[in-house]
C-alpha cells in the first residue's frame, strides 16, 4: 500500500525573531505541516511557546498546525490551542489523569487527536483508543530539546505501531519525531513512518551559505522518500 508522505518542520528550531516569515519560507518550500513544540519547564526541562503564539501564526499561513503538548497538566491549555488554530493536538499519555477524557476535549474543541509516546512509553496505552486517534507520534528522541541524535529502537517501535495502525484498518497518521535528517528519513518510512517531524535538519541547513536553503534540504528529503 502506498502512503502519502508528509513533512513536518518543528519551528523549534526556527528563527523565533522572524518566525512569520520563516513559516511561510518553510512551507513554500515544499513542506506539509507546522509542527508546534508546546514545552512547560515541569514536564519537560525547557520552555517554549504557547496559544498566543499560535494564534499569530494562523493569518500568516493556511497550512496545517500540529501542536505537540509536552505539558502537564495537560487538559487546561487544549480548547486555548484550539481557539488560536490548532489543526491537530497531541499530548503525552503519563501527563493525562484520564486519557479518554483527554481525547475527547480535544475532538470537542474541533481539532483531530493523537497520543505521544516517549522513547521508553509502552505501547500499551493504545489497547484501548485506537478508534479515537487521529495521528500517533512516536519520539525518536527524549523530549525536550531540538538536535538530539535519533535513537535507533525506534524503528522497532515504529514497525509495531504500523502494524497496529495497518490493523485497525483506520487512517491514523504515524508521526515520528526527533533526530530526522535527509540520510535516515528513508529508513524512518521504509519502518512505516508517514509524517517526519525535522527541526535542525531544516532550520539549521546551511544557515550562513545557500539562500534556498530549506528548498535544498526538503527537495534532499524528498528525494530520499521518493525511493521507498
Ligand atoms: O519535540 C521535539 C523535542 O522535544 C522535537 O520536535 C524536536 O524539536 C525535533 O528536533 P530535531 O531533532 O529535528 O532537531
Redesign the pocket.
Known amino acids: 500500500m502506498s502512503r502519502q508522505f508528509r513533512i513536518a518542520p518543528?519551528i523549534?528550531?526556527a528563527n523565533f525573531a522572524k518566525l512569520g516569515q520563516e513559516v511561510t519560507d518553510v512551507i513554500a518550500s515544499g513542506t506539509d505541516i507546522i509542527?508546534f513544540?508546546v514545552?512547560d519547564n515541569h514536564y519537560?526541562p525547557?520552555l517554549t511557546i504557547g496559544p498566543l503564539v499560535c494564534e499569530s501564526l494562523r493569518p500568516v499561513t493556511n497550512a496545517f498546525i500540529d501542536v505537540?503538548l509536552?505539558v502537564k497538566p495537560v487538559d487546561r491549555i487544549i480548547p486555548d490551542f484550539a481557539k488560536a488554530g490548532a489543526n491537530m493536538i497531541t499530548f503525552h499519555p503519563e501527563a493525562s489523569e484520564h486519557i479518554d477524557r483527554t481525547l475527547a476535549l480535544i475532538k470537542e474543541s474541533g481539532c483531530k487527536a493523537g497520543l505521544v509516546f516517549n522513547p521508553a512509553t509502552s505501547l500499551s496505552y493504545l489497547d484501548h483508543v485506537m478508534d479515537k486517534l487521529d495521528m500517533i507520534l512516536l519520539?525518536?528522541?527524549?523530549?525536550?530539546?531540538?538536535?538530539?541524535k535519533?535513537i535507533p529502537e525506534t524503528l522497532n517501535k515504529i514497525r509495531a505501531v504500523r502494524q497496529r495502525i495497518d490493523a485497525s484498518g483506520r487512517d491514523i497518521w504515524l508521526e515520528v519525531?526527533?533526530?530526522?535528517?535527509v540520510d535516515n528519513i528513508a529508513e524512518v518510512a521504509r519502518a512505516g513512518a508517514d509524517t517526519f517531524?525535522?527541526?535542525?535538519?531544516?532550520f539549521?541547513a546551511a544557515k550562513d551559505t545557500d539562500p534556498n536553503r530549506y528548498d535544498t534540504v526538503v527537495a534532499a528529503m524528498r528525494a530520499e522518500l521518493a525511493k521507498v
Open positions: 518543528s523549534l528550531s509542527h513544540d514545552m519537560v525547557n505537540h509536552m519520539m525518536s528522541v527524549n523530549p525536550g530539546f531540538g538536535g538530539q535519533f519525531d526527533g533526530g530526522v535528517k517531524v525535522a527541526g535542525s535538519a531544516i539549521g
